[in-house]
């Protein structure tokens, strides 16, 4: 026993040595790396202040690396190896961007509301996708059916709404309703209310960060659709740049409805030269959005 008891002991007194060299070694690692982010940060910063060559992305990237880098370095052992409890705790994402930084990541803010006891459906046949939503009205809450065409399957998740997209190309199309428009038709209202509502800083788009460089390159009338067309960047998950976009955008106020649904197809600039831009006009010209048929079920959100 007395054996045993010496042996274990020994064990612990050899386990606290290695633990204090370890946390000797980590203490100046952190340190020295730490004092390179505030180096290179500063280095940044007086380029911005000569050149303004830093840009605003930068300084965030710059930031937001020596804010999570020492919840990263505790949550590394001295294998190597990420500890999930200390990674759990301290709320470090190594890499941001990728799906695990998506978990702390709130629901993008279409203002889709879907109606209690239904579903939002895709035909893989035929690609007719429609859902039933509430929208508000002068006479309170109005069901509207949504409907289009899309090349591409169902997007599921808790991120998604009513949305199809191609996960491989980023090719999609979701849908959105506006704020209240104040009583306005869909010829009354200015592109910038339209923008303004699916471009905001907790939109769909902006998940990784709000689109820059928007221009509009068309707009027209046809029938009761005002029909959008833009380019912007968004940021990309994949390679954390900022990537071209193409969208086309359909928007219309339904009978009873004193808000807009919007329906908004894009892919990035390369894949819209590579044919993206026809299966995304198609999309488009297929939406329609029109009072739901009258029910018995109750008018209230799901």
């Given at each position: 026993f007395l054996n045993i008891y010496s042996n274990i002991i020994s064990h612990h007194q050899r386990?606290?040595?290695?633990?204090?060299?370890?946390?000797s070694y980590s203490t100046l690692y952190i340190m020295s790396r730490t004092l390179f982010i505030i180096l290179s940060f500063l280095s940044c910063h007086n380029a911005f202040s000569l050149s303004m060559s830093c840009s605003r992305r930068e300084l965030i990237g710059w930031v937001g690396a020596a804010t999570a880098f020492p919840s990263i370095c505790n949550a590394v052992g001295d294998d190597g190896r990420v500890?999930?409890?200390?990674?759990?705790?301290?709320?470090?994402?190594s890499m941001p961007m990728g799906v695990s930084?998506?978990?702390?990541?709130?629901?993008?803010?279409?203002?889709?509301?879907?109606?209690?006891?239904?579903?939002?459906?895709?035909?893989?046949?035929?690609?007719d996708v429609s859902a039933e939503i509430i929208v508000s009205g002068p006479g309170g809450n109005t069901p509207v059916l949504a409907s289009y065409s899309s090349p591409w399957s169902l997007a599921k998740g808790m991120v998604f709404d009513v949305e199809c997209r191609d996960a491989r190309t980023g090719d999609g199309a979701f849908l959105s309703v506006s704020q209240p428009v104040g009583g306005k038709n869909i010829d009354q209202?200015?592109?910038?209310?339209?923008?303004?509502?699916?471009?905001?800083?907790?939109g769909r788009f902006s998940f990784y960060g709000e689109p820059t460089d928007v221009?509009?390159?068309?707009?027209?009338?046809?029938?009761?659709?005002?029909?959008?067309?833009?380019s912007f960047s968004a940021l990309s998950q994949a390679t954390q740049t900022e990537i071209p976009r193409r969208a086309r955008v359909a928007a219309t106020i339904p009978e009873g409805s004193d808000q807009a649904v919007i329906l908004v197809a894009s892919a990035s600039a390369i894949q819209w030269k590579k044919g993206?831009?026809?299966?995304?006009?198609?999309?488009?010209?297929s939406f329609r959005a029109v009072p739901a048929p009258r029910s018995d079920m109750k008018v209230r959100s799901k």
């Open positions: 386990t606290l040595r290695l633990l204090e060299q370890y946390l500890d999930v409890d200390s990674y759990l705790a301290s709320g470090g994402v930084g998506q978990a702390g990541k709130a629901k993008p803010v279409t203002g889709v509301i879907l109606r209690d006891g239904s579903e939002v459906l895709r035909d893989t046949r035929t690609g209202l200015k592109d910038l209310f339209i923008l303004t509502n699916l471009l905001k800083p907790n221009k509009v390159k068309a707009s027209e009338m046809k029938g009761n659709y005002r029909i959008i067309d833009l993206s831009d026809k299966a995304i006009a198609s999309t488009i010209e």
